[in-house]
């Protein structure tokens, strides 16, 4: 970390109180450790102005443990990251991110030097194709081929969340349907797929126009599936457990999620090409807007009589 640059003056603190009472604004990025953590969770009337970003010495886990009974964590590097060769400007982008405002522009975080592809898909029948592609791709540039499968499957998982779960959280469909089932979407509402690598970084984003992915809803899921005795129960309510979205963060070196309620859910999942000598990196950065304009969805009439696997269930938007 010693050759990041800081846009401002740094303070470092030694306990728990200095912390509290250190000044900041809106726009001071905070850091805590586990066990500045554990002092500053225990105070009830905690509410700095600006971000914090926890800095985790143990597994992820028990860092996903922390974000239901501590609702203002949303940002976590583990130890191990802050030593990692992409640590620069991985923690770059994200301050970048923190003090600018606004919705984050994750696909900023790559940089120039990643090159890729990027689609957009507006049906669901056509993903499969797609990350047969993508694999292509990413052998093409050499990428390992466990890194590939890593990437190929937090495409397909957020690809079939993109298409089956999030519209009908959104309202757009009454109940989950097969995802045997072909979804259509409008062209100007398509699903919106990049991936990418340059030589020590690989990539996937899948951003969906629904905004429907909830913070409850994402911790709900990494919780049950962070319990150490793996002993998961399946979620009735939206086809799954949720172990797909788990092995997307066990799996990555970072994941961004940028959520504007019913406007867009983005997620990027980044993968190191270089292992390091120790446990896993990690880290995770959550960005939840309440504010989004809302957006009324509907099934197409003539296509929701009596679907079936050769027809199209085609969701439009609509203005009110």
């Not at 998961?232 to 066990?250: H, K």
């Not at 997620?267 to 309440?290: D, M, N, Q, S």
Request: with cysteine; proline share 6%; charged share 25%.
């Amino acid at each position: 970390m010693g050759r990041l640059k800081a846009a401002s003056p740094v303070v470092v603190v030694n306990t728990a109180k200095q912390f509290l009472e250190a000044a900041r604004d809106p726009k001071t990025v905070s850091f805590l450790d586990n066990k500045t953590l554990e002092v500053v969770g225990s105070v009830a009337h905690v509410a700095l102005p600006g971000p914090i970003i926890v800095i985790c010495n143990e597994p992820l886990q028990t860092a996903v443990g922390w974000l239901q009974p501590h609702p203002w964590i949303a940002h976590v590097m583990s130890a191990t990251m802050l030593e990692h060769p992409i640590v620069e400007e991985h923690l770059e982008n994200v301050l970048t991110t923190l003090t600018a405002g606004g919705p984050p522009r994750l696909l900023d975080w790559l940089g120039p030097s990643v090159a890729g592809r990027r689609v957009r898909l507006t049906h669901s029948s056509k993903r499969v194709a797609r990350l047969e592609r993508m694999g292509e791709f990413f052998e093409s540039k050499a990428v390992s081929p466990r890194t590939t499968q890593l990437l190929r499957d937090a495409a397909e998982e957020l690809l079939t969340n993109a298409f089956y779960d999030a519209p009908v959280a959104a309202g757009a469909m009454k109940k989950p349907v097969s995802r045997t089932q072909d979804i259509a979407l409008p062209d100007d509402s398509a699903c919106d797929l990049a991936y990418g690598c340059r030589e020590d970084l690989a990539i996937v984003r899948v951003r969906d126009p629904f905004g429907s992915l909830s913070r409850r809803r994402l911790v709900e899921v990494l919780s049950r599936c962070a319990r150490t005795d793996m002993k998961v129960e399946v979620d009735e309510t939206m086809g799954g457990a949720g172990l797909g979205m788990w092995r997307i963060f066990s799996g990555a070196s970072f994941v961004g999620i940028s959520v504007v309620k019913s406007q867009h859910t983005e997620v990027l999942v980044g993968i190191a090409k270089r292992a390091t000598p120790g446990p896993r990196p990690f880290a995770f950065h959550l960005f939840f807007r309440e504010d989004g304009k809302r957006r009324f969805w509907k099934l197409s009439d003539e296509e929701t009589s009596k679907p079936s696997i050769n027809k199209s269930m085609v969701i439009v938007a609509k203005s009110k």
